[in-house]
């Protein structure tokens, strides 16, 4: 099977320019995550999707959106980039059975963006 | 929502057992308890799963304490690929799986 994979790897933007990443999801997972990581801290939760919806959002303003496929693949869109917005995002794929709590995530390797 | 905590960082030598603790004394009793590990330059990856009982798999095992309030992650033989940041992870709230990273604990591994 194949895993969570994530495009671009690297890129670097201008403050006040807009982004979009994406992640191909795990072969049979229906669900979608994104987190954002800053250097020497734990990722945080951005939204989740599942069923082409948003299914749960963390503390981050609007300006960060985000798409689910009819594939569910998926799309982090950041516009009006802030320098703190510098960060690895981070992607996970996961599948909605067995109950909520043993759902496993699959992440990719993530987009390290850098905001000058 | 479940809270957990972690030690910021421990150490051990190549070849030795590693013993990595969790409290998530807020957890409720139908909480699963993920523990993931991050890699450096690599994304988080799954590394074991519990509820009630200890678990094991490949990778490690997991011990979890009568009263659910702690646990402990189980690397019976560290290597140097195992240093790693280690991510105790409660489930989300409402039963809607999201789960919530800490800081985790940083596994220096000595040769």
């Known amino acids: 099977e194949t895993g969570v994979t994530q495009s671009p790897t690297h890129l670097i933007k201008t403050r006040g320019q807009q982004v979009t990443l994406r992640c191909s999801s795990q072969?049979?997972?229906?669900?979608v995550s994104w987190y954002q990581q800053a250097l020497g801290q734990g990722p945080q939760f951005i939204f989740q999707y599942y069923r082409e919806e948003e299914n749960g959002r963390g503390n981050f303003p609007p300006r960060f959106s985000g798409l689910q496929f009819p594939n569910y693949s998926s799309e982090l869109n950041v516009n009006a980039l802030e320098l703190d917005d510098s960060a690895l995002y981070l992607c996970?794929?996961?599948?909605?059975?067995?109950?909520?709590?043993?759902?496993?995530?699959?992440f990719g390797a993530g987009s390290r963006l850098t905001v000058l | 929502d479940a809270k957990t905590t972690q030690p910021n960082s421990m150490e051990s030598n190549e070849e030795e057992p590693v013993h990595l603790p969790c409290n998530h004394s807020?957890?409720?009793?139908?909480?699963?308890i993920h523990w993931y590990r991050q890699l450096p330059s690599q994304g988080p990856e799954y590394v074991i799963h519990g509820l009630t009982s200890n678990v094991n798999n490949r990778m490690a095992s997991l011990a979890i304490a009568e009263d659910r309030k702690s646990s402990t992650l189980i690397l019976h033989r560290a290597t140097l690929r195992d240093a790693a940041v280690y991510y105790c992870i409660p489930p989300g709230a409402g039963g809607s799986y999201i789960p919530t990273f800490g800081r985790g604990t940083s596994l220096i591994v000595h040769p």
């Open positions: 807020t957890i409720s009793g139908t909480d699963y």
């Open positions: 996970a794929s996961s599948s909605r059975t067995g109950g909520a709590g043993a759902n496993v995530l699959t």
């Open positions: 072969s049979g997972h229906n669900t």
